[in-house]
């Protein structure tokens, strides 16, 4: 399975990107989808999560600020993002869980996608 995530850029603050990440390949189904996003010298962390039935969650720091959003028919999620501070500076990563075929367990990640906000 590979997750090809795109939309990254530079952003003045206060200024908005979406982020979108599709996931091919063999799957069986999809559970959780989400973004994680690693700053320099920082821990990757949880950005945003949605699971197949549509509940989200959030990290602190961006809540009212993005929004997770996915098209299980096409296998992809979407991350809003609005009101862009410095600190969301970070590389962002995409995440899926589920399965490739009922016997396999499948946790992929996609190759990141550089998101600098500037002042």
């Known amino acids: 399975v590979q997750l090809q995530a795109c939309g990254g850029g530079l952003v003045q603050a206060g200024g908005s990107l979406r982020l979108s990440c599709a996931a091919s390949?063999?799957?069986?189904?999809?559970?959780?989808m989400g973004w994680y996003r690693q700053a320099p010298g920082k821990q990757r962390e949880l950005v945003a999560a949605?699971?197949?039935?549509?509940?989200?969650n959030y990290a602190g720091s961006v809540k009212g600020r993005f929004t997770i959003s996915r098209d299980s028919a096409k296998n992809t999620v979407y991350l809003q993002m609005n009101s862009l501070k410095l600190e969301d500076t970070a590389v962002y990563y995409c995440?899926?869980?589920?399965?490739?075929?009922?016997?396999?367990?499948?946790?992929?990640w996609g190759q990141g996608t550089l998101v600098t906000v500037s002042s």
């Open positions: 995440n899926a869980d589920g399965y490739s075929d009922p016997w396999h367990a499948l946790d992929a």
């Open positions: 390949g063999s799957i069986f189904k999809i559970n959780a």
């Open positions: 949605i699971t197949g039935g549509g509940s989200a």
